[in-house]
T-cell receptor, first 115, second 114 residues
Framework: GENVEQHPSTLSVQEGDSAVIKCTYSDSASNYFPWYKQELGKRPQLIIDIRSNVGEKKDQRIAVTLNKTAKHFSLHITETQPEDSAVYFCAAPDDRTGTASKLTFGTGTRLQVTL | DTGVSQDPRHKITKRGQNVTFRCDPISEHNRLYWYRQTLGQGPEFLTYFQNEAQLEKSRLLSDRFSAERPKGSFSTLEIQRTEQGDSAMYLC????????????FGPGTRLLVL
């Protein structure tokens, strides 16, 4: 099955700085890579995703890059704000099911944006 | 409400008791997933349904766990003879197979086994 590794486990940045979170995956057949944000006591919320036919995707201050050759993808948050403080999870599907359904999650990155 | 809902939001039970959780997916979604999340970890896959068919079960899902989706709409997850190690957040998610597999999560049911 898929194995996803995520780094760093904690990240502290000053407001306005950029934050980068990196993930690697093991299954070269994986073709869909979502990022979820989870605030304390709340549900994971999808913030951005990327499919293997593109190398980069942006949505305002958030971007995701994908390197299929190296099997890694990264989340970039620019101009960080205090409300960006949360735990961020990357994920990849176990495409051996043939349906790209089961997601394997990374262990999470706790991002703290300080004033 | 167009989001995934779960009930109850919190459950405290004594070891050995049975518990049942319910998940209502987004109405047009044909896939429904159950995950378990422990403190400081990412969600771990338990099982998923496409319509009423249960297509995969994780080895994490011991024979004390059973899930159903009888009419292809809501789903229930039952844990029999609960153990303290079952304490966790149980998350439900749903997706539409023709819509790019994006999974949307419910608020979860937090289970505490005493």
């Amino acid at each position: 099955g898929e194995n996803v590794e995520q780094h760093p486990s904690t990240l502290s940045v000053q407001e306005g700085d950029s934050a980068v979170i990196k993930c690697t995956y093991s299954d070269s057949a994986s073709n869909y890579f979502p990022w979820y944000k989870q605030e304390l006591g709340k549900r994971p919320q999808l913030i951005i995703d990327i499919r293997s036919n593109v190398g980069e995707k942006k949505d305002q201050r958030i971007a995701v890059t994908l390197n299929k050759t190296a099997k890694h993808f990264s989340l970039h948050i620019t101009e960080t704000q205090p409300e960006d403080s949360a735990v961020y999870f990357c994920a990849a599907p176990d495409d051996r099911t043939g349906t790209a359904s089961k997601l394997t999650f990374g262990t999470g990155t706790r991002l703290q944006v300080t004033l | 409400d167009t989001g995934v809902s779960q009930d109850p939001r919190h459950k405290i039970t004594k070891r050995g008791q049975n518990v049942t959780f319910r998940c209502d997916p987004i109405s047009e979604h044909n896939r429904l997933y159950w995950y378990r999340q422990t403190l400081g970890q990412g969600p771990e896959f338990l099982t998923y349904f496409q319509n009423e068919a249960q297509l995969e079960k994780s080895r994490l899902l011991s024979d004390r766990f059973s899930a159903e989706r009888p009419k292809g709409s809501f789903s229930t997850l039952e844990i029999q003879r609960t153990e303290q190690g079952d304490s966790a957040m149980y998350l439900c998610a749903s997706s539409y197979s023709g819509g790019g597999e994006t999974q949307y999560f419910g608020p979860g049911t937090r289970l505490l086994v005493l």
